[in-house]
């Protein structure tokens, strides 16, 4: 089955929209560079958009009614919209979910120290990277600091121009014939992730007189005190924005596309919907794929069951449990998450007519996992047998895809979370090359594509 390429299909109003459509994504990238970042963001755009919070409903003691949006937060670090459709909840709701983490390089709770004449903070990577990417890098520090006193105070050092950044420093080559010797693996160490904070001694300090320099700074800037930072969640991420990629512009290169790309296409398919839809619609941004959906805010977590049953009960007289199973049961889901981009200089990795081709639209996957499809969700066939009729009908650029050849590798997404309530589940997404790299590469044409195959899957799902 032969693929053809989604730019082929643009006029100029066409292109017009998708430059329109990455355009906002890059600034959506570059403002959310952590899931916090990112929920505040959602949330703006929700509230600009007309959604009300779901929490302020419920304190008002309002009931809710079709064409009603309405969003929920759980902790600042995960966010669902909702639009209420015509039929009630009990005939399911169209879904798109996807996550708001990204892979980093997290700092540690007892993080600073000094050595000889160097302030260091100490790491722990999240997520699965290729540590040898992090080094040697211009990074950046966003997060919290939580105060005794309940306060938070927001950091972000290292995005303004006239910012400072950070970075890991690397071992240079001409005395590296040991580490390049070293698998890719362990060319580069956990512990090894350690983050270059200063160099200038305090004046008048005797001991680690660096490291009392670099607290000053943090005191006086931002008012946090070293233990303040066994509260903090500062992620040091790469610096800057992300940028236009090619001679041609037909992509982005940028940090967080997994999943950030297909987070912001349900957002922007969010408000496509018509004002009446025929199912309530829900889009899902999750915390905490990257660490397999654990904790509160990951997707094994109940928010999302939690807020369901809460439109249950503002929109029927009386509250039942088995209203929401039904609900859910009943409901059909694109689990948004990106795919592995098949990369002609890594052609051993893929199968090709199985592979994410770069600008062939949105792809859906059956299944992912690993190891004879271990951990994965796969798809039930009449499931994709609908969906194929509804990218038909809407004109959609869309692909199959696999991540890799069988055996080569994996990956998970929250997929098999959400089956687990008996509802119909596929994953979907946009090809990334450099997938989990600092700085990752999409097609704006596959980005473009999956906004008008999110907006059509909550319209036309049933
Ligand atoms: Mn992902
Ligand atoms: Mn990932």
Redesign the pocket.
């Known amino acids: 089955m032969e693929r053809i390429s989604a730019w082929k299909k643009y006029d100029e109003t066409a292109l017009k929209e998708l430059e329109a459509i990455s355009k906002r994504y890059r600034d959506f990238l570059d403002h959310g560079k952590t899931e916090r970042e990112c929920v505040k963001q959602a949330v703006a755009l929700a509230e600009k958009n007309g959604y009300r919070s779901l929490q302020d409903v419920i304190s008002h003691g309002k009931k809710l009614i079709a064409g009603d949006k309405v969003y929920s937060v759980c902790m600042d670090k995960a966010v669902m919209l909702f639009h209420l459709g015509k039929k009630p909840l009990e005939s399911g709701v169209n879904i798109v979910g996807a996550h708001i983490d990204s892979?980093r390089i997290d700092i540690k709770q007892n993080p600073f120290y000094e050595d000889t004449d160097l302030a260091y903070a100490d790491t722990h990577y999240y997520?699965?990277i290729k540590k040898y990417q992090w080094v040697a890098r211009a990074l950046a520090l966003h997060g919290v600091v939580a105060k005794k006193d309940g306060s938070l105070i927001e950091v972000v050092i290292g995005e303004d121009e006239s910012d400072p950044v950070l970075c890991i420093s690397d071992l240079l080559i001409h005395l590296a014939q040991e580490q390049m010797a070293k698998k890719a693996g362990e060319a580069v160490t956990g512990e090894g992730l350690d983050i270059l904070l200063g160099g200038r001694p305090l004046e008048g300090e005797e001991k680690d007189a660096v490291k009392a320099m670099m607290l000053g700074i943090l005191k006086e800037r931002y008012g946090i005190e070293e233990e303040d930072m066994l509260s903090a969640e500062l992620e040091a991420v790469p610096a800057g924005k992300s940028r236009d990629l090619g001679l041609d512009r037909s992509m982005i290169l940028g940090y967080g596309h997994?999943?950030r790309v297909c987070a912001y296409a349900e957002l922007e398919a969010m408000l496509r919907l018509p004002m009446l839809p025929e199912y309530t619609c829900c889009c899902l941004l999750a915390d905490k794929?990257?660490i397999g959906s654990v904790g509160a805010t990951g997707m094994r977590a109940h928010y999302f069951e939690n807020a369901m049953a809460e439109l249950v009960n503002l929109t029927s007289e009386h509250y039942s449990e088995l209203t929401l199973r039904r609900a859910l049961k009943n409901s059909r889901m694109l689990s948004c998450?990106?795919s592995a981009g098949y990369d002609p200089l890594y052609a051993s990795a893929f199968e090709k007519k199985n592979a994410a081709l770069m600008g062939c639209g949105v792809c859906y996957n059956k299944f992912t996992g690993s190891r004879g499809k271990s951990g994965s969700n796969d798809a039930n066939a009449e499931f994709i047998g609908r969906l194929r009729k509804i990218m038909e009908d809407n004109a959609i650029t869309w692909q199959t895809a696999e991540l890799g050849k069988v055996d080569v590798g994996g990956?998970g997404t929250i997929a098999y979370i959400c089956a687990l309530y008996g509802m119909e589940v596929i994953d979907s997404g946009v090809p990334v090359l450099s997938?989990?790299a600092p700085q990752e590469i999409i097609s704006k044409a596959d980005l473009y594509e999956a906004v008008k195959a999110y907006a059509a899957f909550m319209k036309d799902a049933n």
């Open positions: 892979p997520g699965g997994d999943d794929e990257e998450d990106v990956g997938m989990h």
